[in-house]
């Protein structure tokens, strides 16, 4: 079964397709990833996102750390045999970021299970993509206990297969059954993860600007008055079931 998620100009007047991403809070409240500066525009059926970084929390690095990001409405079921694939193209693009520094503001695509806390997830700047699998500690998720480490993140960063300041094509896919994931750039395998250690059931796709720094005992470092500019293509979701 194949789906595409775009319709992006929807996401300026409904949440049908899209909705801004964020988390609710233990005192009732919302944390929005939306960029309060951020130029939007849909042409030829791509999102354009222009956003000149200003949002930062002090204590809860991944709050911190996603400054703009909009949500699938409803996420997509894993199938328990089979095989899930996510591809689409993105171009990323930055100004007054640290020069090397893909963590200093990027583009991401992120698939993430809310019933898990699993991610897996491209980051893309001008020059060079991060592949990234990990389990963390979202707010309000409750995470299997499978008696190995409970959270972490792993970063494979990397600029094999990449065209620096062009349209690459991202694709992962996961197999639930196999408990695998494996990373596409430009039709090129560039990672395969085995054994994931919990399995997943569904994701909320999810298309952000962010940065990837660590909070400091003063807080925040992440906002410098750098700029991050991305661009996505429609979604394609393809379902397989194994007979």
Excluded at 89 to 114: C, E, H, M, W
Aim: net charge negative; proline share 5%; hydrophobic share 35%.
């Amino acid at each position: 079964m194949k789906k595409t998620l775009g319709n992006f100009d929807s996401i300026i007047s409904s949440t049908d397709t899209w909705k801004i991403g964020g988390f609710p809070l233990q005192d009732g409240s919302f944390w929005s990833y939306r960029e309060p500066n951020a130029v939007v525009i849909v042409r030829n059926g791509f999102l354009y996102v222009r956003a000149p970084l200003s949002n930062q929390h002090d204590s809860v690095q991944i709050l911190d750390n996603a400054k703009h990001m909009y949500y699938s409405a409803e996420p997509v079921e894993v199938p328990e045999e089979g095989e899930l694939e996510v591809e689409l193209q993105i171009r990323a693009r930055t100004k007054d970021t640290v020069p090397g520094d893909l963590y200093d503001g990027y583009v991401s695509l992120n698939l993430l299970d809310f019933t898990t806390g699993a991610a897996l997830d491209f980051f893309a700047n001008d020059d060079q993509y991060a592949s990234v699998y990990g389990i963390l500690p979202f707010p309000g998720v409750t995470v299997p206990d499978t008696g190995q480490t409970k959270y972490f993140c792993l970063f494979k960063e990397a600029t094999e297969h990449f065209k620096p300041r062009e349209f690459n094509t991202y694709k992962i896919t996961y197999c639930r059954a196999n408990d695998e994931a494996v990373f596409f750039v430009n039709g090129h395998e560039v990672r395969r993860e085995k054994n994931i250690p919990i399995k997943l059931n569904q994701f909320t796709v999810a298309l952000g600007i962010m940065t990837e720094k660590d909070l400091t005992p003063e807080g925040s470092v992440s906002v410098h008055g750098q700029t991050v500019i991305a661009e996505y293509s429609p979604v394609s979701i393809v379902t397989s079931e194994d007979e």
